[in-house]
């Protein structure tokens, strides 16, 4: 790989997932405002800050392939974000209880030596099952997952809140698509394998 390769993130979940790659990579924080532009919708949301993330990473890092990544939780059109709090993570998870969520990750490969942005984006519906207000606390004691959209750790205890999960890549759930992102990476010559 003649190009570095950079996680546009300050996420470790992020972080790991690339890891499980072996590829050597660096961390640089986006710094990018991730606030919602009228209008947008949940989709056009992640998708343009997975590309945002990338491109704030390119301008002092030209000669590099930059990752950047956006997820959006969304039911019935309202967007659950990071709870930051556990009463939020309460009022999400009570929210939550018995719905299905579509957890939709935005993801951006740059090549900023050219200018290539490849984005795309990859849906996972999940559904919690009936919570106990118990069950909601049992759960953020033992893991308080206020940095988690939905406000549940599904590579966690988090997966004994679920019933289901449907989607094409299980790690889109953490918050980065590595079946994408393989794909995305051999488009730019990079052997994984």
Do not use: W
């Amino acid at each position: 790989m003649s190009l570095n390769l950079i996680l546009a993130s300050t996420s470790p979940f992020r972080r790991e997932l690339l890891g499980r790659l072996g590829l050597p990579f660096t961390v640089a924080n986006p710094q990018t405002d991730e606030s919602a532009l009228p209008g947008e919708t949940p989709e056009q949301i992640a998708l343009r800050l997975s590309e945002a993330k990338a491109r704030a990473v390119a301008a002092s890092h030209p000669d590099a392939l930059i990752i950047g990544s956006d997820q959006v939780a969304t039911v019935d059109g309202k967007i659950y974000g990071k709870p930051g709090t556990h009463a939020r993570a309460v009022e999400q998870l009570r929210a939550l209880s018995g719905k299905t969520v579509n957890f939709y990750t935005g993801l951006c490969l740059l090549n900023a030596q050219t200018g290539e942005a490849q984005v795309r984006g990859v849906p996972m519906l999940v559904t919690f099952r009936d919570l106990s207000d118990q069950e909601i606390e049992n759960y953020l004691q033992r893991e308080p997952a206020y940095n988690c959209a939905g406000s549940a750790k599904s590579e966690g205890l988090g997966i004994a809140l679920l019933s289901s999960m449907r989607g094409d890549d299980p790690n889109a759930l953490v918050g980065l698509p590595l079946i994408a992102l393989c794909d995305m990476l051999r488009h730019q010559g990079v052997a994984v394998l």
